[in-house]
T-cell receptor, first 113, second 116 residues
């Protein structure tokens, strides 16, 4: 289930389940979005990105969906594995062609064997 | 893929001392580098943007005299936390941009600063 911690929402799933992590972004002018995975004590790791002219993009075991109408982004992870346990952040680029990113609050994904 | 090296990974210092953190792009020239700060269970907050050969641009609320940024070459940016205090204890992360576009943004492994 999903619960809200002191600062970080947590999603707990069983190994093999599909996980869906959601993100609401703030700037309707943002045209580029990225999902990052951050393990404890490490820097963010790129997972997948999507441009605003698309509403879906698939990678290996991951799919990003973009709904610009409601400014919502989601990350779907298929067949979740214990190694997927981490904090996941969405990031938006409000300035096309420049690298300044605004990060969302993050969701902690906990995968039980 | 491109690699950004950040050093040290962990540092403990006494209150009042200064700490320097290095961020290096190992296989590309980083025209732009970014410094973030992250508190436990919180998101990354952009502190400043540095461009090679020019002054850094600081985000609102970030003290430029306290967090000195130097981007003297296309492969190295440094963040110096001057006169550190316990409230400066945090996880600091750099990222480097190749060609100045988000698709080419790579993150360092972070530096955990603990000020006693």
């Amino acid at each position: 289930g999903e619960s809200v911690g002191l600062h970080l929402p947590t999603l707990s799933v069983q190994e093999g389940d599909n996980s869906i992590i959601n993100c609401a972004y703030s700037n309707s002018a943002s045209d580029y979005f990225i999902w990052y995975k951050q393990e404890s004590g490490k820097g963010p790791q790129f997972i997948i990105d999507i441009r605003s002219n698309m509403d879906k993009r698939q990678g290996q075991r991951v799919t990003v969906l973009l709904n610009k109408t409601v400014k919502h982004l989601s990350l779907q992870i298929a067949a979740t594995q214990p190694g997927d346990s981490a904090v996941y952040f969405c990031a938006e680029n409000p300035n096309s062609g420049y690298s300044t990113l605004t990060f969302g609050k993050g969701t902690m994904l906990l995968v039980s064997p | 893929g491109a690699v950004v090296s950040q050093h040290p990974s962990r540092v403990i210092c006494k209150s009042g001392t200064s700490v320097k953190i290095e961020c290096r792009s190992l296989d590309f020239q980083a025209t732009t580098m970014f410094w973030y700060r992250q508190f436990p269970k919180q998101s990354l907050m952009l502190m400043a943007t540095s461009n090679e050969g020019s002054k850094a641009t600081y985000e609102q609320g970030v003290e430029k005299d306290k967090f000195l940024i130097n981007h003297a070459s296309l492969t190295l940016s440094t963040l110096t936390v001057t006169s550190a205090h316990p409230e400066d204890s945090s996880f600091y992360i750099c990222s480097a941009s190749d060609q100045g576009v988000s698709e080419k943004l790579f993150f360092g492994s972070g530096t955990q600063l603990s000020v006693l």
